[in-house]
């Protein structure tokens, strides 16, 4: 098994891998091209977005700076909008619905590596999927861990570092992120 079916699976793989390094290489080049490019040129920025991207719906805007690994682990629904500096570290599947509203500086890390320092330095670690649904809204300075899922409708305050999953039709704030309020 290569090094990247390992990671798409999310067990231990190596981040080095020559596959993996070229993959990340690719990407960050058409991101330096999206985040140079004019505000203006909105037919090319969405093309660019088209080729960073494993799904793109109708829609779709992102400010820049927009950073991401690989890009083709990120999907997004239709109504996209991502406030300037978004970071996606897309080393597993980061799927988000339609209707996402996200705040500037908000970033999603699906890879961990191994608490085990002798592991740890060997150079590998693991993905875990991040999985957002429908109508939600992000603030500014939200940052969203690996493995978590996010339901419909829910609100996610700014600052909060969401580290287990949320329900539908909530408002979660802090670090970690705690429900505050059930949304009607």
């Not at 330096?32 to 805007?61: A, D």
């Not at 992000?138 to 969401?162: E, H, K, P, R, Y």
Request: net charge negative.
């Amino acid at each position: 098994m290569s090094e990247k079916e390992k990671m798409l699976k999310g067990e231990l793989y190596s981040y080095n891998d020559e596959e993996l390094v070229e993959d990340r290489k690719k990407c960050k080049t058409l991101c330096f091209e999206y985040n140079n490019t004019n505000f203006s040129e909105i037919e090319k920025r969405n093309k660019l977005l088209k080729q960073i991207l494993g799904k793109v719906g109708s829609n779709c805007l992102i400010e820049q700076t927009f950073q991401c690994d690989y890009g083709y682990n990120i999907e997004v629904g239709d109504n996209f909008y991502s406030n300037h500096n978004l970071i996606i570290l897309d080393c597993a599947k980061v799927t988000f619905g339609d209707n996402i509203l996200i705040g500037p500086n908000c970033s999603f890390f699906t890879p961990e590596h191994p608490l085990d320092v002798k592991t740890r330095n060997s150079g590998v670690e693991y993905a875990r999927e991040i999985k957002v649904g429908s109508n939600v809204w992000f603030g500014g300075n939200v940052t969203v861990l690996s493995g978590v899922t996010i339901g419909d409708n829910s609100v996610i305050g700014a600052g909060s570092v969401v580290t287990k999953d949320i329900p539908e039709n909530v408002v979660v704030a802090g670090n970690p992120a705690k429900i505050i309020k059930t949304i009607n």
